[in-house]
């Protein structure tokens, strides 16, 4: 445990202080090493005003009325930073050894600080172009990876073409591929500007040259509360329809990409766990199984984790204490992506692992959370991560195609070279890290080019 | 009436709603003739159809069917506002 030591001053502490010199010195004036507590050499001992109560027999610490402070020698302390032993035995014999020093005035915690993470609502930072330096594109680029041909669906609100033209973009697109459920008035590439719109836009930085296919599910006219909503049977259909698509691709040259920023926010929306027809933890769910068979025929899965973080939840999270990664978001045959900021921290309501149907989840992060699309203020939410991965794994599938790279080793590979974030290795904030395309790049140099597409 | 999907296990020669009924003895009404028979694992020959939750209940039993699952919502993970 990280602790703040404060002393008592004496002439030689002082002097040390003054001289800038760190524990050595210090720590010698101390009249013998309290067991168990270990000084951080490297820490300069910090001088602390002491506050003086207006009052007589007053507390120093209500200040108010206003205390005085003083940084007289006889009465300043000096902070040093040490730890204890994490063991309680341990912790508890250190503490009153050092409490009982008359040279210490208190032992106290040194918790770890961070920035503050980003929040739903908050403004965006950086922008699309910081994010393309950020997953290295000129790298992915140069090796003749921008997306070309490579069929990308964005399972969504449906996509706008002429707002992603008013955007500098100028995607290839699949009518022929795209759908939309029965009763959805407008047709595909030229639903309203919304959430699809920007996922696809987003798929955009890294393979600008991708070939989108547009499968307008959360447009449905099924009952929901909001603008955006659906029911898991429109996506039931929609991956029927990718099924047939990539089955009847050449297996050379199979490869297709599936963009997902949805899912559930609310368990009650779903039979409890343990009923049979549950959704959120059961593989044989008929949505889990198609999404196992979309990928066993060559199809690259992304979902979003989700924006049910701990930290700073969206407002529709109804999720609690329990896992809010679950059902497809927590396949193990699909990249469930978290989200970070262009700081490589985390957002704050990115939800964290572990999956319900693979505890393994997150499995990486990408950037969100900047001015891109110009949708909305930010392309935020894990919603804005997913596109960003995707975009990623479509430049790809440009050289490398299913029969030469299966969807689980590009996952694995995704997994080895991806930032490390967070904890050393896997952990459930961040996956394996934040996807680095420049590391991708270099790694899949090594694959034997007559692989290749 | 709120409907559920229900797996089947088929072969694809009965894939079809008129196939499906006869087999299940469900009623034209009973079942989303929209969404269809729709495979889920052709490898497995596995199809899933959308059923009124009664009608489910009934035919949970039969030899074809496989389980009997939740139609939950789904909504895009993007700004609440937009909502």
């Known amino acids: 445990m990280r602790v703040l030591v404060q002393f008592r001053s004496s002439p030689e502490v002082h002097a040390a202080t003054l001289r800038g010199e760190a524990m050595p010195s210090f720590a010698a004036t101390t009249e013998a090493p309290i067991p168990g507590l270990v000084i951080d050499p490297a820490f300069i001992p910090v001088q602390v005003p002491t506050p003086q109560a207006a009052e007589p027999g007053a ?22 930073r040490g730890t204890l032993p994490d063991d309680p035995e341990g912790q508890r014999a250190a503490l009153t050894e050092a409490t009982a020093r008359p040279e210490v005035v208190g032992v106290f915690a040194d918790p770890a600080i961070a920035t503050c993470l980003v929040c739903p609502g908050d403004p965006a930072a950086g922008t699309d172009q910081d994010v393309a330096g950020l997953l290295g594109v000129p790298a992915l680029a140069e090796a003749g990876m921008d997306g070309y ?46 959430h699809g719109t920007m996922c696809a836009y987003d798929i955009g930085i890294a393979a600008p040259k991708a070939t989108l296919v547009d499968l307008a599910v959360l447009l449905s006219s099924t009952p929901g509360e909001t ?9 039931v259909l929609a991956y029927s329809r990718l099924l047939g698509i990539v089955s009847g691709m050449a297996a050379a040259r199979r490869s297709l990409v599936v963009s997902n920023s949805w899912g559930m926010f609310d368990p009650a929306w779903d039979f409890p766990v343990g009923h049979p027809g549950n959704y959120s933890d059961n593989p044989a769910h008929p949505f889990n199984v198609i999404v ?30 329990a896992r809010p990664i679950c059902g497809a978001n927590s396949h193990p045959s699909v990249l469930s992506v978290a989200g970070v900021d262009t700081s490589k921290h985390r957002v704050g309501y990115s939800s964290q692992g572990p999956g319900r149907l693979d ?71 961040f996956g394996w890290g934040v996807v680095d395309g420049r590391a991708l790049a270099a790694a899949l140099a090594g694959v034997n080019r007559s692989r290749r597409r | 009436m709120a409907r559920v999907m229900v797996t089947l296990r088929l072969d694809p020669s009965q894939a079809s709603v008129p196939e499906v009924l006869g087999l299940l003895g469900l009623a034209p009404d009973e079942v989303d003739p929209g969404f269809g028979v729709v495979p889920i694992s052709p490898a497995e020959r ?38």
Request: proline content about 8%.
């Open chain 1, 292 to 321: 196992a068979s979309l990928e066993a025929a060559g199809a690259d899965i992304l979902f979003a984790a989700g924006n049910c973080g701990r930290d700073c939840p969206d407002g529709r999270c109804r999720f609690g204490a």
């Open chain 1, 227 to 235: 603008a955006m909503s659906g029911l898991l049977s429109d996506a």
């Open chain 1, 59 to 80: 507390s120093p610490y209500l200040y108010s009325p206003a205390v005085s402070f003083s940084l007289a020698p006889e009465r300043a302390t000096y902070l040093v």
């Open chain 2, 46 to 83: 596995l199809y899933t159809i959308l059923v009124d939750e009664t009608a489910a209940t009934r035919i949970a039993d039969a030899p074809q069917v496989e389980g009997v699952f939740g139609n939950p919502r789904i909504e895009g993970f993007g700004p609440e506002a937009e909502g």
């Open chain 1, 359 to 429: 505890p393994a989840k997150p499995d990486l992060s990408a950037y969100t959370h900047f001015r891109g699309s110009d949708v909305y203020p930010a392309d935020g939410g894990t919603s804005a991560a997913c596109p960003v991965a995707a975009g990623v794994v479509a430049a790809v599938r440009e050289q490398y195609p299913a029969s030469v790279l299966s969807p689980a080793e590009l996952r694995a590979l995704l997994a080895k070279t991806a930032e490390d974030l967070g904890g050393t290795g896997f952990d459930h904030d």
């Open chain 1, 149 to 194: 041909r490579v069929p990308v669906a964005v399972v969504d609100t449906g996509i706008n073409l002429a707002h992603l033209e008013s955007k500098g973009r100028d995607p290839k697109f699949s009518t022929r591929r795209s759908w939309a459920p029965a009763g959805v008035a407008t047709k595909p590439g030229r639903h309203p500007v919304g």
